[in-house]
Nanobody, 124 residues
């Protein structure tokens, strides 16, 4: 059985930092791309960032470029989303998703496995 678990969320002031972790088990983590999505109150889920299974390529939505960094450690079956210079607009539930696709996993339908989500709240 596959399990995907996010951790590291919390409450932070604007300008602060948080690091989210995504740990997966029950599958070969090292052959899956990892993406992060987020869902703000009253809005749909949106793409945030993705990293290829090799860890060599990353891409980000424009609003987080230069502030968020996605990395992975395949030996630990873990991906990390470092979030710096946080803004109140970053407040959302953050979801980790894993998938294997020839396309960059920027759409929800390309995700095979989801975590339960981690709340990130940024106060002004």
């Amino acid at each position: 059985q596959v399990h995907v678990i996010e951790s590291g969320g919390g409450l932070v002031q604007a300008g602060g930092s948080l690091r989210l972790s995504c740990v997966a088990s029950g599958l070969n983590f090292g052959v899956n791309d990892v993406s992060w999505f987020r869902q703000a109150p009253g809005k749909g889920r949106e793409f945030v960032a993705t990293i290829t299974w090799t860890g060599t390529d990353t891409s980000y939505t424009d609003s987080v470029k230069g502030r968020f960094t996605l990395s992975r450690d395949n030996a630990k079956s873990t991906a990390y989303l470092q979030m710096d210079s946080l803004e109140p607009g970053d407040t959302a539930v953050y979801y980790c998703g894993l998938g294997r696709s020839p396309m960059s996993i920027r759409r929800e339908d390309l995700v095979d496995y989801w975590g339960q989500g981690a709340q990130v709240t940024v106060s002004s």
